[in-house]
């Protein structure tokens, strides 16, 4: 079993993410997750894209999102959401 690591910094326009697999490393950029400009479905629709061919989402096991508007509330639910959702298995 694997317990990979997703580490995510996403501002407005673009979002670089990295993928830690054991030794293993592996970063990409995809669009912006902005909860200001998307709902939790739209941002669950662009990361399963994105990840569709690089990892399995029951292999992850722990996601580190950082963004922007995380100091509000309301948004921070929505990344929240989207995550759990995706990541089930993720703290």
């Known amino acids: 079993m694997t317990n990979t690591t997703?580490?995510?910094?996403?501002?407005?326009?673009?979002?670089?993410?990295?993928?830690?697999?054991?030794?293993?490393?592996?970063?990409?950029?995809?669009?912006?997750i902005s909860p200001?400009?998307?709902?939790?479905?739209?941002?669950?629709?662009l990361i399963?894209?994105?990840f569709e061919k690089k990892v399995k989402f029951e292999?992850?096991?722990?996601v580190h999102f950082y963004g922007t508007g995380l100091s509000?509330?309301?948004n921070a639910l929505i990344i929240k959401k989207a995550l759990q959702i995706l990541f089930k298995k993720a703290t």
Do not use: E
């Not at 997703?6 to 990409?28: E, H, P, R």
């Not at 200001?36 to 629709?45: E, G, H, N, S």
């Not at 292999?59 to 722990?62: A, C, L, M, Q, S």
């Open 59 to 62: 292999n992850i096991k722990k």
């Open 6 to 32: 997703i580490i995510a910094d996403s501002g407005s326009t673009k979002c670089q993410w990295t993928i830690l697999d054991g030794k293993k490393k592996q970063s990409f950029q995809t669009q912006g």
């Open 72 to 74: 509000n509330a309301s």
């Open 36 to 45: 200001y400009f998307m709902d939790a479905a739209a941002i669950q629709l």
């Open 48 to 50: 399963k894209k994105s």
